[in-house]
C-alpha cells in the first residue's frame, strides 16, 4: 500500500551519508538527489525512503508519534541495522529484542530526531 515515506532534515549532507549506509546494508540503492531531496528505493520495489528539507521553507521537527519501520530480512540483520545506526550518531529508542511471540525489532532516532526501526516478523 505504501509507495515511500518521507521525513524531514535539518543538515541533507548529514542525512545522505546515513541513510546512504543504512540502505546500502539493506541493499538499496539511492535513486536520486537534488539540492532539496535524496531518496533511496528501487523501481516496482518495497516501499522507499527519502529525506528532503520541509518545503514550506519552515524548520523541520520530528513528527510526534510518527515512525518509519524498516523491514529486516532476519534477526542479525535487525541487530546490525540499529548498531550501524547508532555508530552513525542515532539515538537508541529500544535495543534490538523480541516484542511479542512474532515480532523482533531495535528502535533509533536518526541525527534530526525522527524515529525508526529495524524489524522482523517471525
Same mark, same amino acid.
Given at each position: 500500500?505504501?509507495? /515511500? ?13 546515513? /541513510? ?32 528532503? /528539507? ?49 515480532? /523482533? ?18
Amino acid at each position: 500500500m505504501i509507495g /515511500y515515506v518521507t521525513i524531514g532534515t535539518r543538515d541533507l549532507e548529514r542525512a545522505g551519508k546515513f /541513510y546512504d549506509a543504512i540502505a546500502s546494508e539493506m541493499g538499496t540503492p539511492r535513486m536520486f538527489t537534488t539540492d532539496t531531496f535524496i531518496a533511496w528505493g528501487t523501481p516496482d520495489g518495497a516501499a522507499g525512503i527519502g529525506v528532503c /528539507y520541509p518545503q514550506d521553507g519552515n524548520p523541520m521537527s520530528a513528527g510526534n508519534g510518527v515512525m518509519v519501520a524498516l523491514q529486516a530480512k532476519d534477526k542479525a540483520q535487525v541487530d546490525r541495522l540499529h548498531r550501524l545506526a547508532l555508530s552513525l550518531g542515532a539515538t537508541d529508542e529500544g535495543a534490538p529484542g523480541p516484542r511479542g511471540d512474532t515480532f /523482533y525489532a531495535g528502535y533509533f532516532r536518526d541525527p534530526d530526531g525522527n524515529k525508526l526501526n529495524a524489524f522482523v516478523m517471525g
